[in-house]
């Protein structure tokens, strides 16, 4: 695989685990506009085992690598109109172009992350950006936290947003799991699953994806905290990892490729003009 260009990193370490976590102090358009950059987790170490990787050989900032999260949406887009900037909570400020909503635009203003704290367990890291829409102000505060202990690793993520209506976001993470064949990690769901998409149930009693890569949707999961189960590739070295959100579920998207598994679970909240609400993604060895 092809390098990551050089990003500074900041390194977490407890037990068997460490995390590689970029830093986007230095270079705060390294990253791109997709994910959130800050307590973005570049790997995830067990040990001598690298359980993360990226869904394709080169380095891309769209595709990501690690355990990224993201804002699925951006904000103010709507209220853009063509060549005005709008913000990707997390990531700074773009400048739209046409109607394509997605993370690609230019961007147009960087974004400065403080460090909270860091030791040699955990870390936290802090952003605000604003935008003037007319009269209109639009913005946001953004905390996020990643703290390791003897079982993995758990994400946090708080958000105040300013708003002059009710806003829908919907946020997930988007974890990729190495793996050698786009089937090869199996997966278990919480509760009652609705699966539409390339996943099946195989003879060991978990779903598997069975295209070469692409999305499967998870539904009927309102309620479920998780957790999900992924049953990691054994030409690896198997295991297992449970994923749990302490918030309940929206659904589940299931991305694959030959090499890495993603299950993205996906929160849908309605935030009301400075409210505060905060999640954490965790992310548990089984076995």
């Known amino acids: 695989m092809s390098a990551s260009p050089e990003i500074a990193t900041l390194t977490l370490q407890h037990g068997s685990w460490r995390a590689e976590v970029f830093d ?3 270079d705060p358009l390294a990253l791109g506009a997709r994910y959130v950059h800050g307590c973005y987790v ?11 990787t990226r869904p394709s050989r080169d380095w891309k900032p769209y595709n ?26 997390g990531a700074g400020k773009l400048r739209r172009k046409g109607n394509d909503w997605g993370p690609h635009g230019f961007q147009s203003a960087p974004l400065r992350w403080t460090v909270i704290q860091h030791n040699a367990r955990s870390l936290e890291m802090r952003c605000a950006d604003t935008l003037q829409r007319g009269k209109q102000t639009f913005g946001y505060e953004l905390t996020r936290a990643l703290y390791l202990h003897d079982a993995g690793l758990d994400s946090l993520t708080s958000l105040r947003l300013h708003v002059p209506w009710n806003q829908p976001l919907i946020w997930h993470t988007h974890p990729f ?19 539409s998409g390339p996943l099946a ?41 449970g994923i749990t959100l ?23 909240h309605c935030f009301k003009d400075g409210e505060e609400t905060s999640w954490t993604i965790s992310y548990r060895w089984l076995d």
């Open 24 to 26: 986007p102090r230095p």
């Open 42 to 52: 570049q790997q995830l170490w067990r040990g001598d085992r690298l359980l993360t």
């Open 64 to 89: 990501g690598e690690g355990l990224p999260e993201v804002f699925e949406r951006p904000f103010t887009w709507d209220t853009a109109l063509d060549g005005e900037e709008y913000l990707r909570i």
């Open 177 to 195: 799991f190495a793996q050698t064949d786009s089937g090869a990690t199996g997966f278990t769901f919480p509760g009652q699953p609705q699966v």
């Open 201 to 241: 149930l195989r003879h060991d009693g978990f779903w598997h994806f069975t295209d070469s890569e692409g999305v499967a949707s998870v539904l009927n999961l309102w309620g479920e905290r998780g957790p999900i189960i992924c049953h990691l590739d054994p030409q690896l070295g198997g295991g297992r990892v």
């Open 246 to 268: 302490d918030r309940p579920l929206d659904h589940i998207v299931i991305y694959a490729s030959p090499l890495a598994a993603s299950p993205e679970p996906y929160l849908a």
